[in-house]
T-cell receptor, first 114, second 112 residues
Framework: NAGVTQTPKFQVLKTGQSMTLQCAQDMNHEYMSWYRQDPGMGLRLIHYSVGAGITDQGEVPNGYNVSRSTTEDFPLRLLSAAPSQTSVYFC?????????????FGPGTRLTVT | GESVGLHLPTLSVQEGDNSIINCAYSNSASDYFIWYKQESGKGPQFIIDIRSNMDKRQGQRVTVLLNKTVKHLSLQIAATQPGDSAVYFCAENINTGNQFYFGTGTSLTVIP
């Protein structure tokens, strides 16, 4: 298994540009999520999905959209990038939507918005 | 948001010593906890978990202790090695809900 994969690893955007961060897992996990990690802070949940076709907001959803058309993929879209969205983004997945199992994290995407 | 905090932001230990990393949480309904290790430039990696019906759980060189009375959890690493140098996060899940809440992390440095 490849586990959780994310692309790209690095990205630089100009303010106002849009882009999609890709996330895929090959473990047939129900639950997938996106976090952002800022210096000196813990991970904050952006959006999550408990199964294909179902998504919901986390702590910091503004400026981001998600969709879950398949079990494997959970892309994160930045609609109009802002410097405040400069961060490291992690995708994670878990076997159960009940979240009583560990989450597996991808390697992260480092995004800079100028 | 939910409060999950760490008592010390940094910790330095000598190689071979034991390390203890602490975490406080505020919600008594938290029922599942995980410790993660994050090395520089990588995603968090699962170390050990514990459910609220347990007080202690042991893994390989690691032990997690949960004190529900004072809402405190700790990670003990035995015989700390240079490869243990990383940032350690605790995370909690409340009422088997759909979100984990993460602490800010403790940076562990192992001195050879």
């Amino acid at each position: 298994n490849a586990g959780v994969t994310q692309t790209p690893k690095f990205q630089v955007l100009k303010t106002g540009q849009s882009m999609t961060l890709q996330c895929a897992q090959d473990m047939n996990h129900e639950y997938m999520s996106w976090y952002r990690q800022d210096p000196g802070m813990g991970l904050r949940l952006i959006h999550y999905s408990v199964g294909a076709g179902i998504t919901d907001q986390g702590e910091v959803p503004n400026g981001y959209n998600v969709s879950r058309s398949t079990t494997e993929d959970f892309p994160l879209r930045l609609l109009s990038a802002a410097p405040s969205q400069t961060s490291v983004y992690f995708c994670a997945s878990s076997y159960s939507a009940a979240l009583t199992y560990e989450q597996y994290f991808g390697p992260g995407t480092r995004l800079t918005v100028t | 948001g939910e409060s999950v905090g760490l008592h010390l932001p940094t910790l330095s230990v000598q190689e071979g010593d034991n390390s203890i990393i602490n975490c406080a949480y505020s919600n008594s309904a938290s029922d599942y906890f995980i410790w993660y290790k994050q090395e520089s430039g990588k995603g968090p990696q699962f170390i050990i978990d514990i459910r609220s019906n347990m007080d202690k759980r042991q893994g390989q060189r690691v032990t997690v202790l949960l004190n529900k009375t004072v809402k405190h959890l700790s990670l003990q690493i035995a015989a700390t090695q240079p490869g243990d140098s990383a940032v350690y996060f605790c995370a909690e899940n409340i009422n088997t809900g759909n979100q984990f809440y993460f602490g800010t992390g403790t940076s562990l440095t192992v001195i050879p």
